[in-house]
């Protein structure tokens, strides 16, 4: 079936505007994942949703960022008042519980 | 808390030569080991992973790696690379089963073949 799909694939922002990065994870996945890719690094993990459960937020850098799952499908990652060091890739993944993640192609968001 | 330690940054190649590229880690409790493959311009892809049972792993694409508990490695390693490995590589670690939390990546480790 499709993999990990993420939306936009570039976004382009100046600072202080609000961005929204969209993931639509395999079907049947419960599990949905974010990350921070910034130039040069690992990658940061940011937020996870499992189910129907609460998320686990431990990885947001501030609270300018939040994250919304409907049920097992899409979520959204919104950035809020954006900076320059918001300026990453971020990557989306998803997982059947207790299984390896499998990535999405990312968004490039750059803040000018 | 989890840490990974990818020791190169950058690993040059010839091509069909042998390649091994090292991983670290670092945590309290029982660990599930992954590695990623980033090509140019791609997204992430699981090249293998460790969650138990044997600790020599098989993977996508002939690599290989060795979960070793007593040095906590879990180097990946390649008899004969050719030219399309050429790509960013991740170790990553989990602390739950099959990775159901947030995975901790190392820095990456670019492997560049030579012709």
């Known amino acids: 079936g499709a993999g990990v799909s993420q939306s936009p694939s570039n976004k382009v922002t100046e600072k202080g505007k609000d961005v929204e990065l969209r993931c639509d994870p395999i079907s049947g996945h419960t599990a949905l994942y974010w990350y921070r890719q910034r130039l040069g690094q690992g990658l940061e993990f940011l937020i996870y949703f499992q189910g129907n459960s609460a998320p686990d937020k431990s990885g947001l850098p501030s609270d300018r960022f939040s994250a919304e799952r409907t049920g097992e499908s899409v979520s959204t990652l919104t950035i809020q008042r954006t900076q320059q060091e918001d300026s990453a890739v971020y990557l989306c993944?998803?997982?059947?519980?207790?299984?390896?993640?499998?990535f999405g192609p990312g968004t490039r968001l750059l803040v000018l | 808390a989890q840490s990974v330690t990818q020791l190169d940054s950058q690993v040059p190649v010839f091509e069909e030569a042998p390649v091994e590229l090292r991983c670290n880690y670092s945590?309290?409790?029982?660990?599930?080991l992954f590695w990623y493959v980033q090509y140019p311009n791609q997204g992430l892809q699981l090249l293998l992973k460790?969650?138990?049972?044997?600790?020599l792993v098989k993977g996508i694409n002939g690599f290989e790696a060795e979960f070793n508990k007593s040095q906590t490695s879990f180097h990946l390693r390649k008899p004969s690379v050719h030219i399309s490995d050429t790509a960013e590589y991740f170790c990553?670690?989990?602390?739950?089963?099959?990775?159901?939390?947030?995975?901790?990546f190392g820095k990456g480790t670019h492997l560049i073949i030579q012709p």
């Open positions: 993944a998803s997982s059947a519980y207790g299984r390896a993640q499998y």
């Open positions: 460790y969650l138990s049972g044997s600790t």
């Open positions: 945590s309290s409790v029982s660990v599930y």
């Open positions: 990553a670690v989990s602390d739950s089963g099959g990775g159901a939390d947030g995975l901790t």
